[in-house]
């Protein structure tokens, strides 16, 4: 099973955002990416007039590299 949980990391720790409905005890592995939307905020208007696709595309293309 695999599922998204959105977190904020403070002090240290990586706190939930919402319900995770896990099995408590069990261990998970994490995956950390930031947030495609963040991103998109963060640098809207340095490669000009670009729609969020074509962002995305750009993003795929530097991760595959």
Do not use: C, H, T, W
Not at 23 to 30: A, P
Not at 38 to 48: A, N, P, Q, S
């Amino acid at each position: 099973m695999s599922k998204v949980i959105k977190v904020k990391y403070e002090k240290g720790v990586l706190k939930p955002l919402g319900n995770v409905d896990l099995e408590e005890g069990k261990e998970y592995k994490v995956i950390v990416e930031e947030d495609i939307d963040e991103l998109i905020k963060k640098y809207r208007g340095v490669l000009g007039k670009s729609s969020v696709e074509e962002f995305r595309e750009l993003e795929e293309e530097a991760q595959a590299q």
